[in-house]
């Protein structure tokens, strides 16, 4: 009883991982989901399932999907190469209604969980200008949540949080750092290899970097 849930969407990448640990530190029961949604490797996969351990989460859920039937991006079409150069515009890495399906999916089960809190690791200060990662899209997928929910219609309304949202990279990796998040387990890496080891060329991989280095802790990781 008096038990405070949340949903989190959890990637296996740095800032996902730091969700889990805000999370956590705000006294929730952690519940995190992760997505096998055709998606370049496996490696944030596992990575998930390392933070998720390492985190001490309730319960950790694998969903399987179906994106790269859908393509339309480089992180589920092979035949598109994940761009090394900063470019202009939105990038072709952003994959379609990505975080709308993602957030979808994590608002049945915090209603079959009885869960009001989701949490989602977008951000829009370092960030590739993905459009679902705006604070206008959380605020609109937070109206559609208690619009279209029976826990909403009741009164038992949800709330999708967004901690990050106007945090640096490098403020993300102090707030990690300080709730002892593990970075050297995570993967944020576009085409990292089996063994989750980074390219060290793509947009995230060099967001990652100047996170760290801005911050002045150690970068973990391992590049191939």
Not at 9 to 24: C, F, H, K, M, P
Not at 51 to 65: M, T
Not at 67 to 83: F, H, K, Q
Not at 123 to 143: K, L, T
Request: glycine share 10%; aromatic share 8%.
């Amino acid at each position: 009883m008096g038990e405070k849930r949340a949903v989190i969407l959890l990637s296996g990448g740095l800032d996902s991982a730091t969700v889990v640990a805000i999370a956590r530190d705000q006294g929730y029961s952690c519940y995190t989901m992760s997505f096998d949604y055709g998606q370049r490797h496996r490696a944030e996969l596992q990575a998930a399932e390392r933070v998720a351990r390492q985190l001490g989460v309730v319960e950790h859920k694998v969903i399987g999907l179906n994106l790269d039937g859908i393509g339309g991006s480089a992180l589920t079409d092979d035949r598109i190469e994940v761009p090394e150069l900063p470019g202009e515009g939105i990038p072709v890495t952003y994959v379609p209604a990505r975080n709308t399906v993602f957030l979808s999916l994590a608002l049945g089960w915090a209603e079959v969980l009885d869960a009001h809190d989701i949490f989602i690791g977008v951000n829009a200060i370092d960030y590739s200008g993905y459009p679902d990662c705006r604070p206008e899209f959380v605020e609109a997928f937070e109206r559609l949540a208690n619009l279209a929910t029976k826990a909403g219609v009741e009164g038992r309304g949800f709330r999708i949080r967004a901690p990050l949202q106007q945090l640096s990279k490098a403020q993300i990796v102090q707030e990690g750092a300080r709730l002892g998040v593990d970075y050297a387990m995570t993967v944020s890496c576009y085409q990292a290899d089996d063994d989750g080891r980074a390219c060290g060329k793509c947009d995230s991989c060099r967001l990652r970097a100047a996170g760290f280095a801005a911050a002045g802790i150690a970068d973990p990781t391992r590049y191939r």
